[in-house]
Every structure is written in structure tokens, then in C-alpha cells.
């Protein structure tokens, strides 16, 4: 137990991960619940598809800029400020929701300005986690350590959400956006309480130089552009399976259930994602993740097909979350091992712009998944429905087994390119 926390040890990072708890299955809950007003709402995959590329499309665009910024700014600050901002969306999110005005054009312009605060935060956040520990040798352990908030945030705010939205009711979801709103009270207040030495920075200068120093760096370090590729690949075809819950939670084809099925469904993918985080964060090096990352990616887009099948075939909800565990851990572990690899490899001066690429390539790439598989759902819903009873609802299962198979066949095409053993570094800290 002390090897899987020894990261604790540091009082920066106890802050922000006793404050990130909260906030993060705030955000969670919040997501669960907007998927559901959405489809409550309108009963459209397409719209599932498209309220996701709302939320996020803005992270591919501002990312880059914002990894120039996170090697200048004080990384910080730049979080409070964007950790606020989070907070007016999701109060205006429930206020909207509760005073019943709600509707969908509302969710996704929020959806739009929640990308642009994450299109800042998220890469910034990243690159900061080295700053907040004494040792950045422990750097490793605290990535795991993170991912293991984050999924068990991950099992437990669905779960919550769909509780409260099933005993609420018709404004049930905007009770959520209310609890998601006073949950970044405990982050905000931890990232005031830390104390942090600066950094030196690079002399400020022209952003679209710096932003393709950045790209150049990342194409011409191998170990970094072949992370990014399956990374993007991950987020293009597989990641995005999770805007398509709703409709096997709700569709009378697949599961037939409620909000506490949607709910059961994530936290599922959860409980394997959690597993990852604890057997990640007793290893002990950056090396070798090669295989991490392949073999990661490979069992997640097996446990997308085998998912699918079972929700639509055998319409069992209990052999449903077990395949969503397998996914949810194989996921985690290629998550992990490409956000070790950039960190560890990246020079400190550049590492703000590596991981806005990182953020870019798995944040960024997602919304396009999202209205992609959206959409392809929807038109095999329509095409197949004409084949009889037997087919109908086979749009979602087919979309989310066939972009298993493509990341499948995709980590195996790049696995050679992909490094089986990487020396473990240590990142360096330049203090003023």
C-alpha cells in the first residue's frame, strides 16, 4: 500500500488529489446526466453524437495554443481560472434545467464553452502534476494515482447520477449540474492552499512559433508521435462508444432500461478502469510500457466487439457490465502507459505543448468520433429496420463492435512502430 501512494507523500499533490476527488465525479455525474436529458429529450443518436462533438470539439482547437500558454504562464493560476469558469456553466446549466426551460440547442452551447475552459485546463493540469510533487521520480505513481481518481470518480458518479435523476425525475438531471457546479469548490480551494516554486520560463514570443516548435519536437521524437497516432486513433474510433450508452440503456432492442441502467453501464467501465489504477500505480518505472500501450489498446477494441454482441444479441445487462469492465481496464492501461510515455520523454520546456497535443490527439479527436458514430447509428438504425423485427436496433452495437475491430487492427498495424522498452527517465524541474 505505501509503494501504491507513495505519491501522498507530497502535501501539493495530497491537495489536488483529495480536491480533484470531488470535482472530478461531479463532472462525472454531469456527464451522465446531460447524455440523458439529451436523448430524453430528443430520442436521437444522431444528437447523442452531436452534443458530444459540442463538448469537445473546441478542446482540439484551443489545446495547441494552450500548451504554448502552459509553457509560459503560471500553470496555476491558469487552472483556478479555468476550474471557475467550469464551475458558471454548470450553475447555469441547472439553473436552466430546473427553472424547465431547458433545451437541446442550451446543452450544447454550453457544451461549446465547456470544451473551450477544458481546451485550457485539461493540458495545462497535465504538464502541472510534475510541479506538484518534491521528487519527480514519483512522477509515474502520481499519473496512476490520477487515473485511479478519475475512474473511481468514473464508477461512482454514475452511479450517483442515475439515483438521483431516477428518484428527482423530470428535473432530476438538473439537481445533478447543481451537485457538479458545488463540487469544484473543493478543487478551487486546494490549487489556493498549495504552495508552488516557479518555474523558469521560456521569454515570451510569437505563439505560432512556439506552437510549431512544439508540433516539430513531438514529429521528430518517435516515442512521442507514435503514442499520439494511436492515441488519436483510440479517441476516433473506440472512446467514443460511450455516447452511444444512452441509447443500449434505453432502446426496447438492446437493454430496455432506465437512468440507473445507463448508470450501472458506466459505472461498470468504471470497476475496470479503478482495477487498472491500483495494479498501475504499484509499478515502480517508466519502463517498459510498450506493451502496455499495444496490448492495451488491442483488448479494448476485443472488449468493444464482445459488449456489443452481448447487449444485442443476449440482451443481458449483468454479462453486458462484465464485458464493460474488461473495457474500462484495458482502456485505463493504454490511457496510463501514452500519458507516462509523453510526460517521462518530454523536456520541461516543452512538456505544456506535448501534452496539448496529448489532449488534442484524446480529448480533441473524440468529438469527431462522437457525431461519426452518431450519425452511423442512426443511418443503420434506418437502413437495417427495413430487413424486419430482427434487426432493429442494431445501428448503436453495429457502430461501437466495428470501431473495436478498427482499433484492433490498427495497434497491430503500428505496433511495430511503437517502443517495447523505454529507458525510465526522470523529469527534470527548472526552478527560479
Known amino acids: 500500500m505505501k509503494s501504491i501512494i507513495r505519491s501522498l507523500r507530497h502535501r501539493n499533490f495530497r491537495l489536488y488529489f483529495f480536491g480533484q476527488g470531488f470535482s472530478v465525479t461531479g463532472t462525472w455525474m454531469q456527464s451522465v446526466a446531460m447524455g440523458w436529458l439529451v436523448y430524453r429529450l430528443t430520442g436521437s443518436k444522431a444528437l447523442l453524437g452531436l452534443a458530444g462533438f459540442a463538448s469537445q470539439i473546441l478542446t482540439f482547437v484551443v489545446a495547441p495554443f494552450a500548451g504554448v500558454l502552459a509553457d509560459r504562464w503560471n500553470r496555476r493560476h491558469t487552472i483556478i481560472a479555468a476550474q471557475a469558469l467550469a464551475m458558471a456553466q454548470a450553475m447555469a446549466l441547472a439553473f436552466v434545467t430546473l427553472t424547465g426551460v431547458v433545451q437541446v440547442w442550451h446543452v450544447i452551447a454550453l457544451s461549446v464553452f465547456t470544451g473551450l475552459v477544458r481546451g485550457f485546463e485539461v493540458p495545462t493540469r497535465q504538464s502541472f502534476i510534475v510541479q506538484m510533487l518534491d521528487d519527480p521520480a514519483d512522477l509515474p505513481n502520481a499519473i496512476a494515482l490520477n487515473s485511479f481518481l478519475v475512474n473511481t470518480a468514473r464508477l461512482i458518479g454514475p452511479i450517483i447520477a442515475g439515483a438521483v435523476i431516477m428518484l428527482v425525475g423530470e428535473k432530476g438531471e438538473g439537481v445533478v449540474f447543481l451537485i457538479n457546479g458545488a463540487s469544484y469548490g473543493t478543487i478551487l480551494v486546494a490549487l489556493v492552499a498549495m504552495r508552488v516554486t516557479p518555474l523558469r520560463r521560456e521569454p515570451a514570443g510569437n505563439v505560432l512559433a512556439g506552437l510549431k516548435e512544439g508540433f ?163 443511418i443503420l438504425d434506418a437502413r437495417f429496420a427495413v430487413l424486419g423485427p430482427l434487426y432493429e436496433g442494431i445501428g448503436a452495437p453495429a457502430v461501437v463492435a466495428g470501431g473495436g475491430v478498427i482499433l484492433v487492427v490498427g495497434a497491430i498495424f503500428l505496433s511495430r512502430r511503437l517502443p517495447e522498452h523505454v529507458r525510465p527517465l526522470t523529469p527534470t524541474l527548472d526552478g527560479d
Open 216 to 378: 516539430l519536437y513531438a514529429w521528430r521524437t518517435p516515442t512521442i508521435r507514435s503514442v499520439l497516432m494511436l492515441l488519436a486513433l483510440t479517441s476516433l474510433v473506440a472512446i467514443p462508444y460511450a455516447t452511444l450508452l444512452p441509447a443500449f440503456a434505453k432502446d426496447a432492442d438492446i437493454l430496455a432500461g432506465g437512468p440507473h441502467t445507463l448508470g450501472f453501464l458506466m459505472g461498470a467501465t468504471g470497476v475496470g478502469a479503478l482495477t487498472a489504477g491500483i495494479l498501475l500505480a504499484h509499478r515502480r518505472s517508466a519502463a517498459p510500457l510498450g506493451r502496455v500501450l499495444t496490448g492495451g489498446a488491442i483488448f479494448f477494441g476485443l472488449g468493444l466487439v464482445t459488449f456489443a454482441a452481448i447487449a444485442w444479441a443476449l440482451r443481458s445487462l449483468a454479462l453486458s457490465l462484465a464485458a464493460l469492465v474488461w473495457v474500462g481496464l484495458a482502456m485505463t492501461a493504454q490511457i496510463y502507459a501514452s500519458n507516462t510515455l509523453l510526460q517521462t520523454t518530454s523536456d520541461e520546456n516543452k512538456r505544456g505543448r506535448v501534452m496539448s497535443l496529448y489532449t488534442m490527439a484524446f480529448m480533441g479527436v473524440i468529438p469527431f468520433g462522437a457525431i461519426l458514430l452518431g450519425a452511423l447509428a442512426e
